[in-house]
């Protein structure tokens, strides 16, 4: 027998619906001009103003590689051009279309509301970091008492203990979080006049000050970008400001997909 025969029929898969978003006066049955996961074709399945985009893929489980991520993200980037789109988290699959229809009934209300939530409006991001060679000394320099806490620790060359290192970076850790609460305070209230709304997420480095999300109507654009650098410009050169966007509003919209 061929080693690319088989004695037994292949099992097919069943065909599901990947979901990448909902969005609004989307006519049902719509076909986009550019392609999603795995080169499939992108379409709308509505019922009323309320659509899911979808694309046909197998009904299992997605691994989350590079290239998938990206078709996802760049399908949503696309969407939102100029419609209200919630963003569905990347790997959700329904059965079929009836089971998207039946997505789209039971959760019509929660959708609605967050669809006015976000009309009109963009998700911009604001990074701010430490950019300095070492943020340790850069701290030491900055606060009297880790200063302090780490001559007593070394005086005379002696050799520290685990103690001692436990607890010199608990002092670190503790002023380096308390600068980020005064440095959120003072930025939050500098730009909260130019979004709707403002989401601090956590920070994903040592090094990172703020990682901020903010709600922005897209005609206010300009005025939130400028309010940024000016920001900014206070600030000395041991700060570096990166800011994002416009994306889907992931931060401020919560999609679970009651099924009944």
């Known amino acids: ?14 065909r599901g619906r990947y979901l990448y978003a909902i969005a609004e006066d989307v006519p049902d049955g719509e076909v986009f001009d550019y392609l999603g996961l795995d080169g499939s074709e992108v379409h709308s399945i509505g019922d009323g103003h309320i659509s899911a985009i979808v694309s046909d893929l197998p009904n299992q489980k997605l691994r989350p590689e590079r290239r998938r991520l990206a078709a996802h993200h760049e399908v949503l980037r696309r969407l939102m051009d100029g419609r209200a789109v919630l963003p569905i988290a990347f790997g959700i699959v329904a059965d079929g279309p009836e089971a998207v229809l039946r997505i789209l009934r039971v959760n019509r209300d929660a959708f609605s509301e967050q669809l006015d939530k976000v009309r009109g409006r963009v998700e911009m991001g604001l990074r701010v970091s430490w950019d300095v060679p070492n943020i340790f000394e850069y701290m030491i320099s900055r606060h009297e008492e880790l200063r302090s806490l780490r001559d007593r620790i070394f005086r005379g060359g002696r050799e520290s203990t685990q103690d001692d290192k436990i607890d010199l970076g608990r002092a670190f850790d503790r002023l380096l979080n308390q600068d980020r609460e005064a440095y959120l305070g003072r930025i939050s209230e500098s730009l909260e006049g130019h979004a709707a709304e403002v989401k601090s997420n956590p920070p994903r480095s040592e090094r990172e000050v703020l990682n901020l999300a903010f709600l922005v109507a897209r005609d206010e654009l300009p005025a939130f970008e400028q309010a940024v650098l000016e920001v900014a410009g206070r600030f000395d050169n041991n700060f570096a400001f990166d800011i994002n966007g416009p994306w889907p509003c992931h931060n401020f919209v919560e999609i679970s997909l009651q099924l009944s």
């Open 1 to 14: 027998m061929s080693a690319l025969a088989s004695p037994q029929p292949l099992k097919a898969v069943a």
